[in-house]
């Protein structure tokens, strides 16, 4: 990551910070409703969605105050995302930490999920009343951050359904990450563009290539999920595996590894009491076959169209700031 | 219930039923995702709430087509909270039928809540589009929805960590009331005085008058969990013993048995295993102690002032309809 991306991302995450302290209180009752709520909100995370948002809004002139409540917003929305797919994917780590289900218990995570979903839209209704944010320019926000959740929904239910599916093509694959992962990618950029009311034109190309940088961010989790190491991803290597999730290496493996080695890998596909080398051998033959490389190479192919969306849009310290951005994604897996 | 409460319950849900139909569509993919969300609203529910919010509209003269669309959001929001909160009790039936996640899973189940919540906004928003809701009524509305479902969460989760406590007070039970249902009757009442233009201070009496409703409602509820027949409620009669919940029963008879009688609650409040006998001798004896007797009275409180709210609203058919309404509310334990 380039320094001055660093310390934008830095600058960004301190006002998001701030503003999503307010709106979940470590001091607030019932506490075990808030702490849980709070539990991964000050556990990291990059806050590369605000991020978007703040940048997406500079790219059009001045940021507007409104854009920070709308980035906070949707950094909730992503938090929120997060404690339900733990639950429902049983992962245990988090950001290094225990997830909320593993702390709190499978309800109360379930409410803590809730309460950041309802704060989603706190943050936008604040930021009319605090920041200037027009009503219309709300509804839009909160028009495109709705249509969002939808599809992050819709996602997270092939997801699921694709782990008890025998094929999965890589097709169904992308329309799934297009839902659960780069639909919020798209909304965060979408609604930055909108706070600076910028033209209908370049919400659409702002839009596309958050799209595109957020197929290529979650092709790259994927890749990371199996080859970087445990502390540095926050859970353990391989869960996606044990899970039996259906990513781009895995489809890919399904289709070019030999018998014998496909054999290997549904052994473990899935299974939840894989033993830490059964695992370990899988990872190596993914690697050894390619299928590793090849998953990072679709993961560039994004990349580029990204950046030839970014081309649309006004040339600027901005827009080489969101190149930079959509580049440390992918770079992530080198 | 009156013939006429009848009827225009039944109008009004007939109006919310094809919007929601046509929010939450039965074709629609993935498959599974939508038939977990639509199963309880096809599986049945009185529509009380839809119905406060276009009676609530009413009072202040025609109801505007936008007041529809704001009723189908308070219902999709109900019923996003029927589906988390059967996860979190364990319940198995709902509107007698199995719930959620006893038919799709827990993780779905999660999922299709989700949805629900979305849904809700969804609902609101497209009232601007095809019902002409201004922006600003707009923003009225969606806002004292989220701070609804904000104290739902909270409420939720006071009724959650009462299970746990040792001794539970009346006062602290109604505060837990007040958020988990009173709070969704508040709003869909002012919603609907919101979008018919009510002057604030109407809003804030038909407010009150819900929150009234409300609370006495969920007593009622409390009461019926424990003496209504099993066919009627659509649930198991006595789960809320078996659950451990602070009911205003089990909270009057902590403190008004006998030591022996008292030993014989404790025995089975919160015993997920107690078998039907001792269910049915508890319930004999909360019922001979004068405690179920008592929670009418507590109910019946409530409603008369909800009734004396009522009386600072114009006066006409509509007023009357929802006197009707309170009325039913609480009748329903007789």
């Known amino acids: 990551m380039s320094q001055e991306l660093f310390e934008e991302i830095a600058q960004v995450s301190s006002k998001v910070n701030s503003l999503m302290n307010r709106l979940v209180p470590p001091d607030k009752r019932p506490k075990p409703l808030y702490e849980a709520s709070r539990h991964l909100l000050v556990a990291g995370g990059k806050r590369l969605r605000p991020f978007l948002v703040v940048e997406s809004s500079r790219v059009f002139g001045n940021v507007p105050e409104a854009a920070y409540y709308v980035a906070a917003g949707i950094e909730l929305l992503h938090s929120f995302t997060l404690v339900h797919d733990d639950i429902m994917d049983q992962d245990q780590l988090r950001r290094g930490v225990p997830t909320v289900h593993v702390v709190w218990g499978v309800p109360m995570a379930i409410l803590a999920g809730d309460l950041l979903f309802a704060k989603v839209y706190e943050a936008v209704l604040l930021g009319c009343v605090e920041a200037g944010l027009s009503h219309g320019k709300a509804l839009e926000v909160l028009n495109e951050i709705t249509k969002a959740i939808l599809e992050i929904c819709e996602g997270q239910a092939l997801d ?114 894989a033993s830490q080398e059964e695992i370990k051998e899988v990872i190596d033959l993914l690697v050894s076959s390619g299928c590793v490389d090849y998953a990072k190479q679709v993961a560039l192919s994004f990349l580029e169209r990204a950046k030839q969306e970014l081309l649309k849009l006004p040339p600027g310290r901005s827009r080489d700031r969101l190149l930079d951005l959509a580049s440390f994604l992918v770079e992530r897996a080198y």
């Open 160 to 273: 699921m359904m694709f782990e008890e599916t025998e094929s999965v093509s890589e097709e169904e694959y992308l329309v799934m990450v297009e839902k659960k992962t780069a639909a919020l990618f798209k909304a965060s950029a979408r609604c930055g563009a909108l706070v600076s009311d910028a033209a209908p034109e370049y919400v659409d190309a702002i839009g596309e290539f958050a799209r595109y940088c957020g197929i290529a961010f979650q092709i790259v989790d994927d890749v990371l999920g199996v080859v970087a190491d445990e502390k540095k991803l926050g859970k353990p290597v391989g869960s996606d595996l044990r899970e039996g999730k259906r990513t781009m290496i895995v489809i890919k493996a399904l289709e070019a590894l030999s018998s014998e080695e496909r054999a290997k890998l549904l052994k473990v596909l899935g299974n939840r009491s």
